[in-house]
């Protein structure tokens, strides 16, 4: 069992955290099927973020698909694949002094995705309204070489595209 870091008496739990999620598509299809890729991938995520593993647990669905997690001292990454669609849904929760963004790009080079969306939002801000705030909100397409960026202006949504992060008038994750 990992044991908590002390508080200081009185003083307030930190609770803030990273949640992010991540579509990707057009995958191969042979590799989203495999327990033992999916596995080593999301292993290699972890590491790359900087991640404490502490477990893991893999299954392998018939006739198709994976599913799984990696127990971090952070929280979990976790995908569920569905290889007829060329498909994978991934979620990486943390806290701490790991950098998630990092398992972005291990992943999408280890699916060989052609397309992948990703949501950035930061979780546990209390006392703070909203206590969930979206970070950044981007599909990256690998076919067209465009980053398309969705975000929020004064209530109205946005669309932007540009063939650079550096473009997008919205910050990207990993970037500051």
Request: proline share 5%; net charge negative; hydrophobic share 35%.
């Amino acid at each position: 069992m990992i044991e908590s870091p002390p508080q200081k008496e009185g003083g307030p739990l930190k609770t803030t955290s990273q949640h992010i999620l991540v579509e990707y598509m057009e995958c191969n299809r042979d590799t989203l099927n495999r327990v033992d890729a999916i596995e080593r991938l999301l292993v290699a995520a972890a590491e790359a973020a900087k991640a404490h593993i502490v477990d893991r647990v893999f299954h392998q669905y018939a006739p198709q698909g994976v599913s799984g997690v990696v127990v971090v001292e952070e929280s979990h990454l976790s995908v569920h694949t569905w290889p007829e669609a060329g498909y994978a849904a991934v979620d990486f929760f943390t806290c701490g002094e790991c950098t998630p963004e990092r398992a972005i790009e291990v992943i999408r080079a280890g699916l060989e995705a052609r397309h992948h969306e990703v949501l950035f939002l930061m979780r546990g801000m209390c006392p703070e309204e909203p206590s969930i705030q979206n970070r950044s909100h981007y599909h990256e397409s690998a076919k067209e070489g465009l980053l398309r960026s969705y975000h929020e202006v004064s209530g109205r949504k946005a669309l932007s595209t540009a063939t650079s992060a550096e473009e997008c008038p919205v910050s990207f994750v990993g970037q500051k």
